[in-house]
């Protein structure tokens, strides 16, 4: 599978963005996508990941503002973002993997995802 993510901009603090995960390859119905973001001088961290099975799992600093959801027949998932704030600043990806079970520590650390977009840049004024 090959992702592309897109939808970054630059807003106002309190504002809201939608990113994209778009998908070619076959199956993506069946994989874990997750959405991570890493701001300068920073390591990359988890924000939210959406299974197979439409269950969800967020980070406690994005938990309440953002919403993951996927649309299978578009082969996307999706990332709202609502009040968001300076410090969600960052370069946001998404990855994917094929692992069919909850997820698990390893995919909320971004370990050996099957595939990965490019980055879609988040700027937040305040």
């Known amino acids: 599978v090959q992702l592309q993510a897109s939808g970054g901009g630059l807003v106002q603090a309190g504002g809201s963005l939608r990113l994209s995960c778009s998908a070619s390859?076959?199956?993506?119905?069946?994989?874990?996508v997750g959405w991570f973001r890493q701001a300068p001088g920073k390591e990359r961290e988890f924000v939210a990941a959406?299974?197979?099975?439409?269950?969800?799992y967020y980070s406690d600093s994005v938990n309440g503002r953002f919403t993951i959801s996927r649309d299978n027949a578009k082969v996307t998932v999706y990332l709202q973002m609502n009040s968001l704030k300076p410090e969600d600043t960052a370069v946001y990806y998404c990855?994917?993997?094929?692992?069919?079970?909850?997820?698990?520590?390893?995919?909320?650390?971004?370990?050996?995802?099957?595939?990965w977009g490019q980055g879609t840049q988040v700027t937040v004024s305040s």
């Open positions: 390859g076959r199956a993506f119905s069946n994989y874990v």
């Open positions: 959406i299974s197979a099975s439409g269950t969800t």
């Open positions: 990855g994917a993997d094929s692992y069919s079970g909850p997820i698990n520590s390893r995919l909320r650390a971004g370990r050996n995802y099957d595939a």
